[in-house]
């Protein structure tokens, strides 16, 4: 397999915790093939990186819980999660603290990674 690099462009969180964690659960399976995987976070999934959200998560039935799979990635693996700055305001994360590995860029930054990786968007 020639690319291995990949940007996942997660929207849900609250609106849909299963959808985010399925995004996550897949990416923990590639991660453990080698792949290269940071995640962007547009919308709703902006709240993925905010710190202790996913500890609140209670009503999540598929795959693993999300401050699980949140871990694993941050920690296992080192993935970043970018927060799309033009979803920060709307979506009540100004002020708010972030989770380690966090960091909130503009829609621009997206479109650079998309240039260079393969895209899944959840």
């Not at 999300?66 to 993935?79: Q, R, S």
Request: with cysteine.
């Amino acid at each position: 397999m020639q690319n291995k690099e990949f940007v996942f462009v997660i929207t849900h969180s609250v609106d849909d915790p299963e959808r985010a964690a399925g995004a996550l659960q897949l990416a923990s399976n590639m991660l453990a093939f080698d792949a290269s995987i940071d995640f962007f976070l547009m919308l709703r999934g902006v709240h993925l990186a905010r710190k202790d959200f996913a500890q609140q998560i209670t009503w999540q039935h598929a795959f693993s819980p999300l401050k699980e799979l949140i871990k694993t990635v941050t920690e296992d693996f080192g993935c970043k999660f970018y927060v799309c700055a033009s979803c920060v305001e709307p979506e009540g994360l100004a002020g708010k603290e972030l989770i380690d590995g966090a960091e909130v860029k503009p829609g621009s930054f997206l479109g650079e990674l998309l240039m260079s990786r393969q895209n899944l968007t959840f």
